[in-house]
């Protein structure tokens, strides 16, 4: 069992940035690809990240390329999102999810083992 709690969602403007945490506990996190969805309000969830166990490989949908970056620190049992140039429409509540399989193709489904609660990111104009 994996528990994850995200932390660092808020208000934001347009144009700037915000940092999420997700802190892992339970079993070796190492074990563990990572990754970051969110759904905003009347959208399916969308998957955005994903992070190797080793941090060596990651991956990112277009939507977000370029202004999102995703990262862990193993030591600290923790994986980040770096958001940056916020737009209004990256307006949702942010999850991350651990799997102890890598597979885009889980990610790009959903279907990751373990999901923390979500925190609300909100971006003015």
């Known amino acids: 069992q994996v528990q994850l709690a995200e932390s660092g969602g808020g208000l934001a403007q347009a144009g700037g940035s915000l940092r999420l945490s997700c802190a892992a506990s339970?079993?070796?996190?190492?074990?563990?690809?990572m990754g970051w969805f969110r759904q905003a309000p009347g959208k399916e969830r969308e998957f955005l990240a994903a992070?190797?166990?080793?941090?060596?490989?990651?991956y990112y949908v277009d939507s977000v390329k370029g202004r999102f970056i995703i990262s862990r620190d193993n030591a600290k049992k923790t994986v980040y999102l770096e958001m940056n140039r916020l737009k209004p429409d990256d307006t949702a509540v942010y999850y991350c999810?651990?799997?102890?399989?890598?597979?885009?193709?889980?990610?790009?489904?959903?279907?990751?083992?373990?999901w923390g609660q979500g925190t609300q990111v909100t971006v003015s104009s």
């Open positions: 339970g079993r070796t996190f190492t074990d563990y690809a």
């Open positions: 999810a651990a799997d102890p399989v890598w597979s885009l193709f889980r990610f790009t489904k959903g279907t990751s083992e373990y």
């Open positions: 992070l190797q166990w080793s941090g060596g490989f990651t």
